[in-house]
């Protein structure tokens, strides 16, 4: 029996709060379709668990989880078993936004973030954006429309960079923290890759064709990193502000029976869809 202690990371609105609240529903109510369960422990703080049903709760009501500028703690802890291995895992959301990650990039590294990097076993990395932008030089100029003209450049911020930059940056910090043992790279909002998992996309072929020189930095300093997709929603969400309530009601309705039905979020793996959202924590064991 090993006991691994893991991190969740990645910029903001990559869905770490999203795949945590659908995760912990399904440990709660869907334990048919998942292979992990819970171990009770004093660890699992009444404030924390508290947290977590919040984060469920909008999920299970179909409302989006954005905690941009929130003061909200997720420092939780959940004890996981393997179901077929008795394996352990210990789960840690720090107490870290997304923005805490993208200040990396401007230089602004955070002492307890550097902490959590070194104590932790393993890392679970999320994307949702993963473009690498356009350069400059990708538009070509006819000869005549080139001058001399001296440019001053701006200071560089992360804002101005691609999302495939951003990550690279990031992903390049956590490294030099510490040698994870094992990392999983999940590509989210995978239901809009996906069509809404009625598409079988491999996640590794996706982010290699999407965004080559990202996919390469991973191959290259983390070649033993799983690459999955998860939606954590299930499918993209309908915003019609009452302007159609009954297109509103069948949504919710439908979204409502998947829930209940376990056919919700999803995971892709290679050419697979799975209902089980622990499988990449599995991966991490």
Known sequence: MSEIKCLIAGLPSSGKSTYIGALWYNLRNLKSVIDMELIDSPENLPEN???LNGLSDNWIRIKKIDRTNSNAADNV???LVHKGSNEIIRLNVPDFLGETFQSIIDLQNDKKLQLWCQDSESLLYMMNEISPGQFEDDNHHDSDEINDEVHTMPDLQ???MTPATQNIMILKYLLSQKAFKKVVI???WWDEATQNGKTIVDPEHHLQSTSPALYNFIKYHIPSAKIVGISGQGRKYIEVDGKNPELEKAFIDEMAKMTKEGKRAFVGIGNQISYDLSLPIH???
Request: net charge neutral.
């Open 77 to 79: 802890q959940l004890n």
């Open 283 to 285: 991966l991490l064991i």
């Open 186 to 188: 999940a590509l989210t």
């Open 158 to 160: 992360s804002k101005d």
């Open 49 to 51: 668990i508290i947290h």
